[in-house]
C-alpha cells in the first residue's frame, strides 16, 4: 500500500513540474494593430545586448517579439501572473499594487497585504532597460510554479517601470540564470527548487511550438524524450552565469559566414531573435538576400522562403541547421529574417534557434543539451 502511494506522489510531482507556455501576441503585433509601431520603434530602439551587461544589476532590453509566457502565483492565497521564463536573468519580479507608471496599469499587481505569507526586506531592486529601468523592492513569499511551493522565494516588486513595459503582455519575468548575475544576489527560483528537493534532477528543458499557440512547455527536473528525437548532444558552459557556451562557427552553404575562428553566444529562451555582431548579422542577411529597413528588421520576399539557404550553428563541435522556414517570420506586412545586429562580439541564440532543438539546462554538469524536436 506504501508503495501505491509512493508511487501515485511521483506522478503527480512529474506531472506537476510541467508549465505550459502561451504562444501570445507580441508586443509588436499589438502596437502594429494600434498603428504606433513605427513610432514606438523609434523611441525605444531595441538593444538586445543591454540584457548581457554585467554593471552589478539585473539588466534587460524592450524585446517587443517575445511571444511565449506561463502562468505562476505567488502568495497565499496566490495572487497569478504571466511571466517569461528567462534563461538570460536571474531574478524574478512582478507588479505591485503600490506601483506609479502607467506600464503596471494593465498587468496584474502584487498586493502584499493580501498574502498572509508574505515578509517585507529594506533591499531595494533596480533592473536596467535599453531605455528606462524598473525600480522596486525585494520581499519574500511562497511561489507557486506548475502546482508545486518554492518556500520563502525572494522576488522583486515594481514600482516604477519602463514606458515600453505597458505593451508587453508578461506581467513580469522568472529569471532562471545563475545566482552569480542577482540584482543583489537574490536567490533565483529554481536554485531554490533544487535547495528544497522539488526536483528529481538538476535540470529544466524548454520546448517551444512553431506552429499554433498551443504545445510549448518549460519542465523542471525532467528531460522528457517524447519532445526530440536522435541523440541529446551535450555542449559545457564556458561561463557560469548565464548559458554561456563556446561557438564554432556559423555557415551557410559550407561557407563560414559568421563567427570565424569561434566566438561566445549564450542559450537565452527570454530573447526572441538570433543576435550577433553587427558585420556578421549583416553578412548572414546578405547570403538570405534580405534588406535592412529603418528599424533594423531584415526584410525578405515572401515568395523567396523555400529557396533561401539553411544557415549553421556549430558549436562544441556539433552542428544545429535552421532552415529558412524557422528563421523567417510571416505576417500580414510582410516577412523578415529572424537574425539582429548588436555592437558586441556576444551572440544570442533566442527563440528562433530554441523553437528547432530541445533545450535541456544542465546545472549539475553546467552544460546544455540540444536535441532535434520530434
Partial sequence: MKLIVLLCALVALSESLRIPLIKGKTARENLREQGRWEQYRLNHPYSPITKFSQSGAESMTNDADLSYYGVISIGTPG?????????????????????SSSACQNHNKFNPQASSTFQSTNQALSIQYGTGSMTGYLGYDNVQVGGITVQNQIFGLSQTE????????????LGLAYQSIASDDATPVFDNMMS????SQDVFSVYLSSNGQQGSVVLFGEIDSSYYTGNINWIPLSSETYYQVTMDSVTINGQTVACSGGCQAIIDTGTSLIVGPTSDINNINSWTGATIDQYGDATVSC???????SVTFTLNGYTFT???????TQDSYGCRTGFS?????????????IRNYYTIF???????GLAQIA
Fill in 79 to 99: 495572487q497569478s501572473f504571466q511571466v517569461i521564463f528567462d534563461s538570460g536573468s536571474s531574478n524574478l519580479w512582478v507588479p505591485s499594487v503600490s506601483c
Fill in 162 to 173: 519602463a514606458p515600453f513595459m505597458a505593451n508587453m503582455v508578461a506581467d513580469g519575468i
Fill in 196 to 199: 528544497q528537493g522539488l526536483v
Fill in 303 to 309: 515568395s523567396n522562403v523555400q529557396s533561401m539557404p
Fill in 322 to 328: 535552421i532552415p529558412a522556414s524557422s528563421y523567417v
Fill in 341 to 353: 545586429g548588436s555592437g558586441d562580439s556576444l551572440w544570442i541564440l533566442g527563440d528562433v534557434f
Fill in 362 to 368: 544542465n546545472r549539475s554538469s553546467n552544460s546544455v
